[in-house]
Structure formats: structure tokens, C-alpha cells
């Protein structure tokens, strides 16, 4: 009788699996020592600490994409001081003050492949910087090879910096080898004149209208700007520039027509501005691969 028992509990344990598949809990499925509760709690935990992480981040650290990294998706490969601090973009576009978002700016940020977020289409996410004076910028002046595009500023102008946010565009111009490509017209210009310095002071860039069409000039040459077309059109009066004697002496005009350059740049320390005169309001080939040839000058 004892060896029919055994044999009866050996055929019922070979059941289990049969059972569990049936949708009914097998005893194997019960935490049954100290280390299995913990194991579950553990994941609770975790899971219960990411859900609130997702929910403490500010708008302008969140992923438009649901948040990845809180889901513990994290950064490829091993992380180093010499890729920037976290948060951050390669590629950020100025959204605040100033910025027409339903016009010449989203038609920026479309050519240059800056989504928004998924579901509510806005302008969300560390992809964009509303606030030079912000929590966000205290992350993005300290990135390295990166960009900054300042669309162009129709609204009201764009802003007046504070000191610190002065200070510190004038690190990340100058530190990291980043780029700050300034498009548009008087504003964009003035934006350049009241917001950032240097060792000697400032800029006094004087805005200034020509005719077009603009010619490219010799300083193109060796850069991205010469595979560009020979001239540039001047729709209307669409393109703004600044007077050639007004630029400092290290900038550089790709195109310019008379005493006018529409498109240069300024090196600044280990980085750089790029200004573009066009206002965007329609996609002009032209343009359009002069706004791409100063993203690719940004990462030589």
C-alpha cells in the first residue's frame, strides 16, 4: 500500500504541469522561501520607483517617447564625461520667446527632423529649450558638439538674457565645440547684440537689407557652404543681413551682395555662430541647403 501511495504522489506531481496549463495555481508557482518574497518585492519596487520617476521629471527632461529611459532602457555602451552631461540633445531648438511655431520655426524643425511630441503635437521635450534662464540650460551649456538653433524671432523679438544665462552661452559658445545657427532677419540680428558676449565685450552686428540675388564668397571655400548653390535668391525682402563693416574681424561671410552679407560665421573660442538671413516662411531649395550645410559645418 505504502509503495502504491508513493507511486500515486509521483503520478500526481507529474500532473502539475498539466495543471498549470489548465489555468489552475500549481504549489511550485507560491513563493515558498524568504528569497522568492524578496525577489517579488524587489520588482515591485523597482517598478513602483520608475513610475514616479516618470512622473517627478520636469517637461523638459521628459522623452516624447514615452519616457524610455525611465522604462530602464538606458544609454548604449559605457557613459563618459566627453558625450555631455544627461538630458540634453545633440541637435536643441530655441522655442520661447519670439518664436512662431506655426510657421517659419516648424518649418525649420521639420527640415531638420526635431519631433514633437507623439501624442499631443507639442513643442515638449529636451529637444527644445523655452527658457534660456531655466533648469535646462544648466544642463545644455555644458554639452559638447552639439547644436543650438535660434529660428527665426517674429513675435515680439526674442528675449533679454539674465547675467547667468549670458554666462552661460557664453560657455557653451566657447567650450565644446557647440554651434548656435542664429536664422531670420533684424531680430535674429539683435538677438546676436544683446544676448551675447566676449573677452572683449560684445557684437555690434548693424542689420541691414540688399537686393538679392547673393553671391557666395572665397571664405566658402573648404566648408559644406561650397557645395551650395552660387547664389542665393532674395525673395522680397524675406532675407535680412548686417553690414559687412559692422561684423568682427574673425567672421567669416559665405554670401553676401554689396556691403550686405546674408549668411556668415563667427568663431567663437572652440565654437561657433552661423547666421542665415532668410526667414523660412517658405522652403526655398536654395535655403534649405544652406540651413543643412550649417548643420553639417557644426559637426566638422
Known amino acids: 500500500a505504502a509503495v502504491a501511495a508513493k507511486g500515486g504522489a ?13 489555468g489552475k495555481l500549481a504549489a511550485s508557482d507560491v513563493p515558498s522561501n524568504t528569497a522568492d518574497v524578496a525577489l517579488l518585492n524587489a520588482r515591485r519596487l523597482v517598478h513602483e520607483r520608475q513610475m514616479h520617476l516618470m512622473h517627478d521629471y520636469p517637461n523638459w527632461a521628459l522623452n516624447t517617447g514615452e519616457m524610455d529611459a525611465a522604462r530602464g532602457h538606458g544609454q548604449d555602451g559605457e557613459w563618459r564625461a566627453d558625450r555631455g552631461p544627461p538630458y540634453v540633445r545633440g ?25 514633437v511630441a507623439f501624442r499631443s503635437g507639442k513643442w515638449a521635450g529636451n529637444s527644445f529649450l523655452t527658457n534660456f534662464d531655466g533648469p535646462q540650460f544648466r544642463y545644455l551649456y555644458r554639452n559638447v ?47 546676436i547684440n544683446a544676448n551675447v ?3 572683449d565685450g560684445g557684437y555690434d552686428l548693424e542689420p541691414k537689407w540688399a537686393p538679392g540675388p547673393y553671391e557666395r564668397q572665397p571664405g566658402a571655400e573648404g566648408t559644406p557652404m561650397a ?56 522652403p526655398v531649395v536654395a535655403w534649405v541647403h544652406a540651413l543643412l550645410a550649417a548643420m553639417q559645418l557644426a559637426a566638422t
Open 227 to 282: 557645395r551650395c548653390a552660387v547664389t542665393l535668391p532674395g525673395p522680397g525682402t524675406e532675407v535680412h543681413g548686417v553690414s559687412i563693416a559692422s561684423l568682427p574681424r574673425e567672421a567669416i561671410s559665405f554670401y553676401q551682395a554689396g556691403d550686405v552679407s546674408v549668411a556668415f560665421m563667427i568663431p567663437t573660442g572652440e565654437g561657433r555662430i552661423v547666421y542665415l538671413g532668410y526667414d523660412f516662411s517658405e
Open 91 to 115: 541637435v536643441t531648438m530655441f522655442a520661447g520667446q519670439g518664436v512662431d511655431q506655426k510657421g517659419s520655426a516648424n518649418l525649420i524643425r521639420r527640415l531638420l527632423g526635431i519631433k
Open 197 to 199: 558676449i566676449t573677452t
Open 10 to 22: 509521483k503520478a500526481g506531481a507529474r500532473k502539475g504541469p498539466a495543471r498549470r496549463r489548465s
Open 145 to 191: 558638439h552639439s547644436t543650438l538653433v535660434v529660428p527665426p524671432l517674429e513675435t515680439g523679438g526674442g528675449p533679454l538674457l539674465g547675467w547667468n544665462a549670458i554666462h552661460r552661452l557664453f560657455l557653451y559658445l566657447n567650450h565644446g565645440d557647440n554651434t548656435m545657427i542664429v536664422a531670420g532677419g533684424p531680430a535674429s540680428a539683435l538677438f
